[in-house]
């Protein structure tokens, strides 16, 4: 199921690997859920044999609870529309929910994007799908690409409705299956090439709108405050001293000497806390490197100003 919002530009890629996955075919429907689109959605999906669903502009979460109670299957599997799935994709999204006692299946990203800030993306999922390969228990599935059973997707309510565009309504799924016992898994196998951001203006406003709804998420569950199996820990100390720094930096503008010294001692911190994606970078693609340090302030500056930002509006609601 592919919720699509003015996608013309990608979904022929999209449904093309899909074709080639036999879908849609005699196991498997597709429906594509176009969400109030200006352009040639719905005609494009129609063309592929599409069964097309109108959700009327109301965000991605609405779209897929949409096609989510229109699916005939047992198993809902959920792509977005800039994704592309490689050969064998669907079998492997398939394959962990042979156990029983699995309820979600998160797939992975890869891209074939030459920009340093779509490569620099591609860095940060692999460190994350580290993690997640290390995780005892994972409780994190994102439906960039994912699939659960459509049974307790249903029993939960499906995603909340109350979360604009794409901002954490899906993480918030998740920690709310998790919570009641639900048990996933993580297929490093189920793989989708997927557009990541291509200027650095469009990957810090997504990082900032991320920000702001995590607050929302953290308050309905506030142990994943503390860490889940996805995110890495270093992430919460970068966002506490790319504000200490920022902060320190302002009053060294204004003349505090002490200000100075702690800016540079913060930034000094902040570099050491970047090294091990640096290193993943030497590995990966070394030519990004220098600047991974950098971007990975940018990232946690954006992230800390949707997280206070999002604060803030909490506190005034709550009064």
């Given at each position: 199921?592919?919720?699509?919002?003015?996608?013309?530009?990608?979904?022929?890629?999209?449904?093309?690997?899909?074709?080639?996955?036999?879908?849609p075919?005699?196991?498997?429907?597709?429906?594509?859920?176009?969400?109030?689109?200006?352009?040639?959605?719905?005609?494009?999906?129609?063309?592929?044999?599409?069964?097309?669903?109108?959700?009327?502009?109301?965000?991605?979460?609405?779209?897929?609870?949409?096609?989510a109670?229109?699916?005939?299957?047992?198993v809902?599997?959920?792509?977005?529309?800039?994704?592309a799935?490689k050969?064998?994709?669907?079998?492997?999204?398939?394959a962990?929910?042979?156990d029983?006692c699995?309820?979600g299946?998160?797939?992975?990203?890869?891209?074939?994007?030459?920009?340093?800030?779509?490569?620099?993306?591609?860095?940060?999922?692999?460190?994350?799908?580290?993690?997640?390969?290390?995780?005892?228990?994972?409780?994190?599935?994102?439906?960039?690409?994912?699939?659960?059973?459509?049974?307790?997707?249903?029993?939960?309510?499906?995603?909340?409705?109350?979360?604009?565009?794409?901002?954490?309504?899906?993480?918030?799924?998740?920690?709310?299956?998790?919570?009641?016992?639900?048990r996933?898994?993580?297929?490093?196998?189920?793989?989708?090439?997927?557009?990541?951001?291509?200027?650095?203006?469009?990957?810090?406003?997504?990082?900032?709108?991320?920000?702001?709804f995590?607050?929302?998420?953290?308050?309905?569950?506030?142990?994943?405050?503390?860490?889940?199996?996805?995110?890495?820990?270093?992430?919460?100390?970068?966002?506490?001293?790319a504000?200490?720094?920022?902060?320190?930096?302002?009053?060294?503008?204004?003349?505090?000497?002490?200000?100075r010294?702690?800016?540079?001692?913060?930034?000094?911190?902040?570099?050491?806390?970047?090294?091990?994606?640096?290193?993943?970078?030497?590995?990966?693609?070394?030519?990004?490197?220098?600047?991974?340090?950098?971007?990975?302030?940018?990232r946690?500056?954006?992230?800390?100003?949707g997280?206070?930002?999002?604060g803030?509006?909490?506190?005034?609601?709550?009064?």
């Amino acid at each position: 199921m592919i919720p699509a919002h003015n996608a013309a530009g990608t979904l022929h890629r999209c449904l093309t690997a899909l074709r080639e996955e036999g879908v849609p075919g005699r196991r498997a429907e597709l429906i594509v859920v176009d969400d109030g689109s200006s352009d040639d959605t719905a005609a494009i999906a129609c063309s592929y044999g599409a069964r097309v669903l109108a959700s009327g502009g109301r965000g991605p979460a609405a779209a897929r609870n949409l096609g989510a109670r229109a699916a005939r299957g047992a198993v809902l599997v959920f792509l977005d529309a800039d994704t592309a799935p490689k050969r064998g994709w669907l079998s492997e999204m398939l394959a962990p929910l042979d156990d029983p006692c699995v309820v979600g299946v998160k797939g992975r990203y890869d891209t074939d994007q030459h920009g340093l800030v779509a490569r620099f993306s591609q860095l940060e999922f692999e460190e994350k799908y580290a993690r997640l390969e290390r995780a005892a228990r994972v409780d994190f599935v994102d439906t960039g690409t994912a699939a659960f059973r459509r049974g307790a997707f249903l029993d939960v309510g499906g995603f909340d409705e109350s979360f604009p565009a794409s901002s954490a309504e899906d993480v918030e799924l998740a920690f709310r299956l998790a919570a009641r016992g639900a048990r996933f898994a993580f297929n490093p196998s189920a793989v989708v090439l997927h557009r990541h951001s291509e200027s650095l203006l469009d990957y810090l406003r997504k990082k900032l709108r991320y920000g702001y709804f995590r607050v929302r998420v953290y308050q309905r569950h506030p142990d994943k405050a503390l860490g889940d199996s996805y995110t890495p820990r270093t992430m919460a100390v970068q966002i506490g001293l790319a504000g200490f720094v920022g902060l320190a930096a302002a009053g060294a503008l204004v003349g505090w000497r002490a200000a100075r010294y702690a800016a540079a001692g913060g930034a000094v911190a902040f570099g050491a806390t970047t090294l091990p994606l640096v290193r993943r970078a030497l590995e990966r693609d070394p030519a990004s490197a220098a600047l991974v340090p950098l971007l990975v302030f940018a990232r946690a500056f954006a992230q800390g100003l949707g997280i206070a930002a999002g604060g803030v509006v909490t506190l005034l609601r709550g009064r």
